[in-house]
């Protein structure tokens, strides 16, 4: 191999920066508080029913491109029901979440735009502004007033667009929707916000940040893989945005369609969201956490979300923790630079609506055992 990449490899391995792929027997481990599968849909019986229903009808692939063979009414159905369900005109689905970012901002965004973004928005975003061309302008975290600030200060440019995370996915906070809205209207830009961790969590209907907020932004981006447990990506908009896309998003237009599994899963996922109140639960077992591990002196911030940092500083010693947790059965993964900022590697903990009251012991006395006054 080429020596250069071995350097880089041994550098990353010195600094507890090595990324491995955790061992897929991890998944017989007592208790995995990491998933994104919030609401516990992805191995719901009724889920999987549906999914499978769908693949005997339609076939396990969908064929093609939305623009060839690949329109299938099952498409349309979940698009329609995923834009009643945020409250917008229309819904363009996308194989994925991250795609979904890219296909809309690379459409939007071109030499001639201006793009305000949030430091910690998602790598998918990141990506999906570099690619476009844009001027990228980057505001502190949820800092209207540098925002506001560099909206004054950098403001010839013909198109502006604000995006940021709905819910931030290292933090799990909230991005403040109601004044980033007022800040888009001052100067006439748009507002796009990746609801990709908000959808099916936070609102009092589980419709997202934007409903939390009462706020209507131009574009909510969202991911099927997440609360909705299934795979795939969509954009939530009003037609004209919708019908641009279409023309321009290559992401979109040069894609295999989603495959009927994926749509069967989300379908009645939308389904028992609406019915069942099953975020209104997982806020509560997530307030009680924050509150326990607060009360053992870790470093926790306020939140409302099922995701619960735990700073410890520096990589390495979120490595030890995360080691200290395998070995007594559970799985709550490190997050280290560069996925956050240098000296706030943390553990990060999520919940699940389906996590018993046994798994829920499981975690804490594990977090009192190594408590930083145990
Ligand atoms: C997970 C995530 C994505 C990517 O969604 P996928 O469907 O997994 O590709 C995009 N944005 C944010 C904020 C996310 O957390």
């Known amino acids: 191999m080429i020596q250069w990449l071995k350097d880089e490899l041994n550098k990353r391995e010195k600094s507890s920066l090595y990324r491995r792929l955790p061992s897929p027997t991890m998944q017989n481990l007592k208790v995995i508080a990491s998933s994104n599968n919030y609401l516990g849909l992805a191995k719901d019986e009724r889920v999987l029913h549906a999914a499978r229903e769908m693949i005997l009808k339609y076939g396990t692939g969908s064929t093609g491109s939305r623009l060839t063979t690949g329109n299938f009414d099952i498409h349309e159905r979940l698009e329609k029901e995923l ?33 305000y973004s949030d430091e910690y928005n998602h790598a998918s975003i990141i990506d999906a502004c570099r690619l476009s061309g ?4 980057v505001y502190k975290h949820n800092d209207m ?79 099927l893989s997440k609360a909705l447990g299934s795979e795939g990506g969509f954009v939530c908009s009003n037609k004209t945005i919708i019908h641009y896309l279409i023309q321009k998003s290559r992401p979109f237009i040069f894609q295999t369609s989603l495959s009927p599994g994926n749509i069967g899963a989300a379908l009645k996922s939308l389904h028992i969201i609406q019915t069942e109140k099953r975020h ?56 280290r630079p560069p996925s956050v900022p240098e000296h706030t590697s943390r553990l990060r903990c999520t919940l699940m609506f389906t996590h018993s009251d046994n798994e829920i012991d499981w975690i804490k006395q594990a977090f009192q055992s190594m408590a930083p006054d145990a």
Request: overall charge neutral.
């Open 83 to 115: 834009a009643h369900f945020k409250g917008t005109e229309a819904c363009l689905l996308y194989s994925s979440g991250y795609l979904a970012n890219l296909g809309v901002i690379t459409a939007l965004a071109d030499r001639d735009t201006i793009i």
């Open 280 to 335: 209104v639960m997982l806020k509560e077992k997530a307030n009680d956490m924050r509150h326990f591990l607060r009360t053992l002196n870790y470093s926790v911030p306020q939140g409302m979300t099922p995701i619960i940092p735990i700073l410890l500083g520096e990589a390495s010693v979120a490595l030890q923790f995360q080691k200290k947790l395998l070995e007594l059965g559970l799985f709550i993964p490190a997050i």
């Open 134 to 137: 844009a001027c990228i302008i």
């Open 145 to 223: 007033i540098d925002l506001e600030r560099k909206m004054r200060e950098y403001k010839n440019h013909f198109k502006k667009l604000i995006v940021t995370d709905g819910v931030f996915s290292m933090d799990g906070d909230l991005a403040p929707l109601d004044q980033l809205n007022n800040l888009k209207e001052k100067y006439n830009a748009l507002l796009i916000v990746d609801d990709a961790h908000g959808t099916g969590v936070i609102g009092s209907c589980g419709r997202g940040t934007s409903e939390h907020f009462s706020t209507k932004p131009d574009v909510i981006i969202g991911t």
